[in-house]
């Protein structure tokens, strides 16, 4: 807890006073609002995960459709930019909607994303082809990848900012990590859609039907999908920690209080270090993520020689799998703490990647299902705890803007340039282990970083009061609060009493 006490020993105000919880100062989420508020929230990453799930299972054939003409390495390599032409411009959506997300609330931003994802993938579907207007196809499609790219800059800090903050502090771990089972179930349904797709237009019109015209079916699918996902978006409510610190005043910009709400050189100022921490684990999550999801089927054809529909196809039962894991290192994350998750996480990362791209290459479809494994074992470890550890390192007044600013810089720079570095460094060396070793690097980084992080496990978040399920619990935290060391009033909303008799100024209503 050293962090905490040193932020809420910066700069204190008269309203920042120490003074013991009462009963009413806890908020009480109720399990039922937890399930409809995460719900609403994880089909926004579902969305975002089922577009990379198409851009990444169809690279090989979206380069034969956009880039028709030139040599098939330098196509490829052009096509795998427009993945990471979306990750560029996130730092860009991040800096602008994560900031409004904290002066207007969370849910209005959310659902701003959600409509932004679901119209930019489905217009890739009615986009001309080179065949049509020549190399000049290309253009649409990077632009359409850079709104989405826009979108995404707020969804993902957004998302999980919105469900640690609905979560309560005993079980974040666990609530939080159904966010990223979603996006994974995401990738996987867009995988599906994709093989199901080829099998269908291909036994009906021939070998060169996805080319032809076959490519567009999933990205179409994305509008019934999209509906459904904008209906769902609008019915989730705002946070209670966002209310609550909003009716206290925390979301007033002060730029000598580390706790109120900064733009983003304020948020630099104070957070700095916790953005550096954040980055560090978010490029070790991304580079490992998605050369298991986006870059798999480009290598699994390119280097391997598998067919498209295998390549496909192999990862959706790993991904399947996965999504059901991440729960459990959620909860896992609960118990033993965020720290040692990640420190098992940067350890698999450096003794299982390698062997994995090794079995890779022998081609064997059993070795391709016992690589993707070794794969996704460090992958659950990473992602599992964290939508919880993450928007944990930021207070509530700035946390929408604080992650958005780490997850997005670190995920453009290192996570979304995965598969166009693995496939250069290849190109460039001829090696084909390059994208395990590039893995390895920032796992090791990340170990280090998570060294240095402070334990945020079963507090209660920087900046917010206590969240429990049930008035019982709240009464059970308040009566033992003084031999609590998870407990820090100083970085707590509480308005001060006018006399020891009088009841609290703010009154906070359970949810």
């Not at 380069?63 to 411009?89: H, M, Q, Y």
């Not at 998302?159 to 903050?165: D, G, M, P």
Request: proline share 6%.
């Amino acid at each position: 807890m050293a962090n905490r006490v040193e932020v809420s020993q910066t700069a204190r105000k008269p309203r920042r006073q120490s003074r013991r919880l009462r009963v009413d100062d806890v908020l009480v989420v109720k399990r039922s609002r937890i399930r409809t508020a995460i719900s609403g929230t994880v089909v926004g990453n579902f969305m975002e995960w089922f577009d990379f799930g198409i851009y990444g299972y169809l690279a090989v054939t979206m380069t034969a459709v956009f880039t028709e003409g030139l040599p098939r390495e330098a196509g490829l390599l052009v096509t795998l930019f427009g993945f990471a032409v979306s990750f560029l411009v996130r730092p860009l959506g991040g800096a602008i909607l994560g900031p409004i997300g904290d002066r207007i609330g969370r849910q209005k931003v959310l659902f701003l994303t959600m409509a932004m994802m679901a119209a930019s993938t489905a217009l890739i579907g009615l986009l001309p082809t080179a065949a049509q207007i020549g190399l000049w196809a290309i253009i649409p499609l990077y632009l359409l990848k850079m709104v989405q790219g826009f979108s995404t800059g707020g969804e993902y800090a957004g998302a999980t900012t919105y469900v640690a903050e609905f979560s309560p502090d005993s079980r974040r771990g666990y609530w939080s990590a159904w966010l990223d089972a979603g996006s994974y179930l995401g990738f996987a349904a867009g995988a599906s859609t994709v093989a199901l797709t080829t099998l269908a237009v291909e036994s009906v019109s021939g070998a060169g039907a996805m080319v032809e015209y076959g490519w567009r079916i999933p990205f179409l699918v994305a509008i019934p999908l999209g509906i459904a996902a904008i209906w769902l978006r609008s019915r989730i409510p705002e946070t209670p920690a966002y209310e609550v610190a909003d009716s206290a005043g925390e979301t007033t910009p002060d730029a000598a209080d580390p706790l109120a709400r900064h733009g983003i050189l304020g948020i630099f100022r104070h957070y700095w270090r916790q953005i550096l921490i954040a980055m560090a684990i978010v490029a070790a999550t991304n580079t490992a993520g998605y050369a298991l999801t986006s870059y798999m089927p480009t290598y699994l054809e390119t280097e391997v020689g598998v067919s498209n529909l295998l390549a496909a196809m192999a990862t959706v039962p790993v991904l399947i799998v996965l999504s059901a894991c991440l729960p459990l290192v959620g909860r896992l994350s609960d118990r033993i703490g965020r720290k040692p998750v990640y420190l098992l996480a940067s350890a698999s990362t450096l003794v299982l990647i390698l062997p994995a791209f090794a079995l890779l290459q022998t081609g064997a479809l059993w070795a391709i299902f016992i690589a993707l494994t070794l794969c996704t074992v460090p992958v659950a470890l990473w992602v599992g705890p964290s939508a919880a550890a993450l928007p944990a390192l930021f207070p509530t007044a700035s946390r929408f803007g604080a992650m958005a600013i780490a997850y997005n810089l670190s995920v453009s720079l290192f996570g979304g340039t995965t598969p166009l570095f693995s496939e250069w460094l290849i190109q460039l060396t001829g090696n084909t282990f390059m994208p395990a070793f590039y893995i390895m690097f920032f796992g090791l980084v990340a170990g280090v970083a998570v060294l240095t992080m402070d334990e945020s496990a079963r507090r209660p978040l920087l900046g917010s009061v206590p969240a429990v399920e049930t008035r019982d619990e709240a009464a059970a935290l308040v009566a033992g609060q003084d031999e609590n060391p998870l407990i820090d009033t100083r970085t707590m909303p509480l308005e001060m009493v006018k006399s020891d008799d009088a009841g609290p100024v703010r009154d906070p209503a359970g949810v």
